[in-house]
């Protein structure tokens, strides 16, 4: 998504707030998923601390000519309809084959309590976006599973 001008301010005032430089980079401006029930029901779990990671393919990155996220980056999280949410830190990355990612990961991201009912979830995700952005889901695909937290709220 764009930086537009209600989020800069926002991102001006988080700066400004935690004492950061100016020139502080924001990695990305996202919301979650690919429907607005979605985006704003995961938004609402992060904001509630239950939601401590996100889940999403390399392939992704690549087609959108994103870099992929490190420990230390900032972006971040807006509404369905742009508005801002709260600005995220990337603690840690895990790139792994879809099918290699275990529970212990999968529950970070706070939507589910079984390993099954995430996998499913996320190949329906992964084949739809795959289908917006023009790559193939497969179990072996890379999954870019990012841990965050929440270091400023709106």
Known sequence: MKMTEEV???WQRFLRDTGRAADTPCLDVFHFDLTERWAEELLELVLRGQKRATA?????????????PRPGDLSVVVHWDGR?????ETRRVTCLPFREIPFDLARLEGEDDCL???RE???RF???EGTQLGYAFTPDMTVVFEEFEVVYPI
Not at 56 to 68: D, T
């Open 116 to 118: 099954e009912s995430w």
């Open 8 to 10: 800069r301010a926002f």
């Open 121 to 123: 979830k996320h190949r």
């Open 126 to 128: 992964f084949q739809q």
């Open 56 to 68: 999403s393919s390399e392939a992704g990155f690549f087609s959108e000519g994103l870099p992929l």
């Open 84 to 88: 801002p949410g709260c600005v995220i």
